[in-house]
Nanobody
Framework: QVQLVESGGGLVQAGGSLRLSCAAS????????MGWYRQAPGKQRELVAAISSGGSTNYADSVKGRFTISRDNAKNTVYLQMNSLKPEDTAVYYC?????????????????WGQGTQVTVSS
């Protein structure tokens, strides 16, 4: 079953804005952090922004000042507000949720991934 549901991707002109949303299933417990990664063709998947359970945030240098990550704990949802978009931001954006889970008999951090949402910025 789908445990991370993403929405908000699309096509936008350079300088425009998009807001991505990611809702985690209530079946995911012990969440340590949630965030957004992106992957462009031929490139490695990279961290865009993340927010910890304590509220601390982390951003890629390339998006600082333009993107803002936020969360709504009551809805188990994380958002990414993307402003002043550039063609270089074009990628598939993946929601990530890091949570402690039992894996092979051990209680370890585990990364859940959304299916990805396409963001295309035209120039």
């Amino acid at each position: 079953q789908v445990q991370l549901v993403e929405s908000g991707g699309g096509l936008v002109q350079a300088g425009g804005s998009l807001r991505l949303s990611c809702a985690a299933s209530e079946s995911i417990v012990n969440i340590n952090a949630m965030g957004w990664y992106r992957q462009a063709p031929g490139k490695q998947r990279e961290l865009v922004a993340a927010i910890s359970s304590g509220g601390s945030t982390n951003y890629a240098d390339s998006v600082k000042g333009r993107f803002t990550i936020s969360r709504d704990n009551a809805k188990n949802t994380v958002y990414l507000q993307m402003n002043s978009l550039k063609p270089e931001d074009t990628a598939v954006y993946y929601c990530n949720c890091n949570a402690d889970a039992v894996v092979s008999g051990r209680f370890l951090p585990y990364d859940y991934w959304g299916q990805g949402t396409q963001v295309t910025v035209s120039s």
